[in-house]
């Protein structure tokens, strides 16, 4: 018997020191490369993280141009426009998107959310990225609707001098956890 409750104390001084819950997100990564100039290349990603706890995802969308040497921001002389559309396949999910940036506009339709993004120059990677959060309302109840899938898709126009590219849709996709 003695040997029972030297063991049960182990396990509950062990469970006591257990870290506590996290909030657990469901999240998808999606990265596209495409050629740029030279050994150049135009790399456009996009994050996003979808919480079940409050029916809200976390996004952030960019681009940087991959070298040789690593990544980098890009030359003097840029004007970008980066394009993000948030949507569900879920007709009831009313997605309200908002983002954080100087020069960004987001349009909102039935279903839909689209944000616009202008850069300006040059500078380090973190400059040409977007980061937001998306609200996931169910329109018959207004309560959080979490069981439906959000898609975050990027797509990116480059203009410096001798570059003029748009490149492909880049999309994450993912349920909430």
């Known amino acids: 018997m003695r040997r029972l409750v030297v063991g049960f104390a182990v396990v509950v001084a062990t469970l006591t020191f257990l870290p506590t819950g996290v909030t ?11 050629p740029l100039d030279g050994p150049n290349q135009l790399e456009t990603h996009t994050f996003l993280n979808c919480f079940n706890s409050d029916g809200h995802c976390d996004f952030t969308a960019g681009a940087d141009m991959r070298t040789p040497d690593g990544v980098t921001g890009f030359p003097p002389g840029l004007w970008a426009r980066q394009t993000i559309e948030i949507r569900s396949p879920n007709r009831m999910a009313y997605l309200d998107a908002h ?74 996709q993912t349920t909430f956890s």
């Open 99 to 172: 983002a954080t940036g100087q020069y960004e506009r987001v349009h909102k339709a039935m279903g839909s959310d689209e944000i616009t993004t202008v850069y300006f120059g040059e500078g380090p990677p973190d400059k040409y990225q977007t980061t937001g959060r998306i609200d996931s309302t169910d329109w018959s109840t207004g309560r959080p609707k979490t069981d439906v899938s959000v898609i975050a898709c990027t797509h990116i126009q480059v203009v410096y001098p001798g570059v003029n590219i748009t490149s492909p849709s880049t999309c994450a």
């Open 24 to 34: 657990r997100a469901a999240s998808n990564t999606a990265t596209t490369l495409i």
